[in-house]
């Protein structure tokens, strides 16, 4: 999919407003990315596809439309704060909290909330080392290994929550080494923005 591709998809979905957060976010991104490496740069060139596209997809996926919604390792912010523009006018009951230990990219992740109009929640300390946070999503990308994100999701979901986690060609396998310590509801769906990568929708986690 080419860049042009996923800004036109992206746009024939969302609010004109959404979109214009959504460009607020994009500039500000690779303005910062010459100082913190917020995104690989391998990427940048593919900014909407890889990225922006990629995180849309969490959003559509998610059942609720109102409690609290915690990224995770969000580093540049995706995919929370492309869910976030999204939920501002498609679930303004919901709102969001997310959790970066480097206080570089926290800041980030201030900043540009705020030049989005958006309004979310930052802690910047090990997810681990979090109070508890009873979420009703937990979203994560890119972060860890599937069993240790179950780990976050038992810590972090309220009691019928959903985890969200993106994953790449080794999802089988993580899933299959995950079942050795967890029990859960799982769903595989195929993303949208690459051949190999799915996305699980995971309740009722539990260990074995």
Request: hydrophobic share 45%; aromatic share 6%.
């Amino acid at each position: 999919m080419t860049e042009g591709e996923a800004r036109d998809r992206l746009q024939a979905t969302v609010s004109r407003e959404t979109f214009s957060r959504l460009e607020t976010y994009a500039s500000a991104l690779v303005k910062w990315q010459k100082t913190i490496n917020l995104v690989s740069p391998s990427t940048l060139p593919d900014l909407w596809a890889r990225h922006f596209l990629d995180s849309a997809q969490v959003f559509e996926l998610s059942d609720e439309k109102r409690g609290l919604w915690l990224d995770i390792g969000s580093g540049g912010g995706f995919p929370g704060l492309v869910c976030a523009a999204m939920a501002k006018e498609k679930a303004p009951d919901m709102h969001f909290t997310f959790i970066e230990s480097d206080l570089r990219k926290g800041s980030f992740l201030r900043t540009v909330a705020a030049e989005m109009g958006l309004k979310i929640a930052v802690l910047t300390r090990r997810i681990e080392d979090a109070p508890r946070q009873n979420a009703a999503i937990l979203s994560a990308r890119a972060l860890a290994p599937l069993t240790r994100l179950l780990g976050f999701a038992e810590q972090h979901l309220a009691t019928g929550g959903t985890a969200i986690f993106l994953k790449g060609a080794t999802h089988a396998k993580e899933v299959e080494q995950a079942l050795e310590h967890w029990r859960m509801k799982i769903d595989l769906v195929s993303s949208q923005t690459a051949d190999e990568a799915v996305i699980l929708k995971i309740g009722d986690v539990r260990r074995a």
